[in-house]
């Protein structure tokens, strides 16, 4: 199959002076594709977006919306969630059930870590975790005597 590029190609060598056998040479395909490609008078495709199509959650969002901010600080797992709203006539799946949720969490900010200023030697400060998980997690221990 021959690619959109290939074909700007194709006409872009025949406006240059190329012949039909040097342009199919030079890019490696057919002398009787490059005609057929020359010949054709072809627009270049027209890209347009996706109509947006009505989901099976649309009716439930409200409701959605309502329940998790009632709830604030405190988070609704989605299977409760769902559970409601399957109650009201919901038959669509978890998956983007709670990819609607997680786009209505708003990200907490951390609490800054308070440091502990020590003399030298009085006290030492240790931390622990983990840094990949999967089939081999990397463990990490950290140790530092307070400077």
Sequence with gaps: ??????????????????SSRAIARELGISRNTVKRYLQAKSEPPKYTPRPAVASLLDEYRD???QRIADAHPYKIPATVIAREIRDQGYRGGMTILRAFIRSLSVPQEQEP???FETEPGRQMQVDWGTMRNGRSPLHVFVA???V
Excluded: D
């Design 113 to 115: 870590a308070v440091r």
């Design 144 to 146: 530092v005597l307070g």
């Design 1 to 18: 199959m021959v690619t959109f590029e290939t074909v700007m190609e194709i006409k872009i060598l025949h406006k240059q002076g190329m």
């Design 63 to 65: 409701y959605i919306r």
